[in-house]
């Protein structure tokens, strides 16, 4: 189901999709087939945007015109039937009646109905005994009064495999949590607040010891900014902190990002993105945050940026991106959307290993200091470009640094010599170059390639293009396709790339942000 509502606090219109597909698809779809009109703000206009032969149902108590002779039209007085089982509660009511007879249109046995709102209302018998009783008036109205001329119907089918529903953001709360988040310090935004809700829900059940002592602490900031410094301050420490925000809240961090990015020290940041930019539509839907996350801050900087597809990825992504803050001693985004991230999304049972262990990077311990006799915090001692951390207070006389934002040298000492502080942003090259052999790989939709053209996508666009594909393939087009989950990219989304002659990326902005990203790292000239 699609959730379609406004941004303000004023009570205007939502709107809300249910797709039902016999392959599985979750794309909200290109077409409505039953509508149901309640609302008098948006009538004439719903009414106007639907296609010949699409199924109406409607509230004939709302004295507006049904103008429409090529539809299939319901009326149903809802107002009226609320009224009859509760004066007082007709407005809330009015939902539940429509429910019922959609229940009768589509062939949906009056129990199933009746077990949703056992399930809905948790034993209060006095509200699933109200709303059964409106399901059961709505539907008898139907079968007394009108007759069904419409082609669709809902089956029952047995459960082939195990699925559940869940929003990409509670996936992503989930997996923070499995990722040993110790510290959430968050600023309320949509469309991200439901990550730190979410992780603030699950805490008690998953993250408390025996005495009922939670391990990871919550703080709600006074803004964006403090949030972001709580997470450098935790990631400094030695604990995974994490904030979740969205483009006006990346904004804000900017300068702990920078500070983050150049001291290397390990946070995550999750932008769940809305429409920009300003203030935008903060309950719509764009993949605008691109550019904004790979460049975040002043100066020369790249970060790892992982985009989920799929609320398995949202919490896979939710655990892992811990594990490469801490590895590459950098800040890493998660980049979500409203789509993917407030919506519900049908999916199989998450994948965890109990057995596993955190990747913490490269951490010095005492005997470690011992036998060095000059630590060097920011010393590329592998040749990969990650230097040695310590957490504070491991050594009574080693491994102390002072943590800059300023130009430092491999020792952490301030230095204004302009080969020294090359030198350092040079080794930040390295070590994110580092990173695109790790990050998550992209996924194909084919073993091999077999076209001269191919389709770049990536993040929630996921569902749609798999429909997209198949219609083409219904239409014997054959296309390759590749959905890329990471930045930095790696080797083979540069061998996608070089292997077809015309390629088409897939991206919800004005300005193609993911093919820019493309050509600048790539060196592609058009």
Known sequence: GKNLFPSNISGL???????LSDYGYQAPGNRTDIQVLVNPATWVEDLAALEPGTVVVWNSNSKLEMDRDDVVS???????????????LAKLIT???????????????????????????????SAIELNSNALLQGR???????????????????????????EGNEAAALGSLFGGAQLLAWYPITPSSSICEGMINWIPKIRTNDEGEADCAVIQAEDELAAAGMVLGAGWAGGRGITATSGPGISLMQEFIGLGYFA???????DV???GPSTGLPTRTQQSDITLLYEGSHGDTQHIVLFPGTVEECFEFGWRIFDYAERYQTPVFG??????????????EFEWDDSSDYDRGKVLSKEDLDGIEKFGRYLDVDGDGIPYRTYPGTHPEKGAYFTR?????????????????AEMLSRLVKKFQTASSLVPAPVFNQDKNNSSMGIIYFGSTDCSMQEALDMLEEQNMKIDAMRIRAFPFNLEVWEFIEDHDLLFIVEQNRDGQMRTLIMAEGGIIP
């Open 13 to 19: 219109p939502t709107w809300y999709i249910i797709r």
């Open 74 to 88: 319901y009326p149903i007085p809802m107002t009226k039937i609320a009224k009859g089982i509760n004066p007082k």
């Open 95 to 125: 939902n539940i009646v429509y429910v019922g007879a959609i229940a009768e249109i589509l062939g949906i046995e009056q129990s199933a109905l009746e077990s949703a709102v056992e399930k809905q209302f948790k034993g209060k018998t």
């Open 140 to 166: 008898e109205f139907f079968k007394e009064n009108l007759q069904k001329s419409d082609p669709y119907v809902v089956e029952s089918r047995p459960i082939e495999k195990k699925q559940f529903f869940i």
């Open 264 to 270: 290397e020290i390990p946070s995550v940041f999750w």
């Open 273 to 275: 993105c809305r429409v």
């Open 335 to 348: 980049m979500s959307d409203l789509d993917l991230g407030m919506n519900d999304w049908s999916t199989k």
């Open 405 to 421: 934002g300023t130009s430092h040298d491999e020792y952490a000492g301030y230095t204004e010599d302009g080969v020294k502080n």
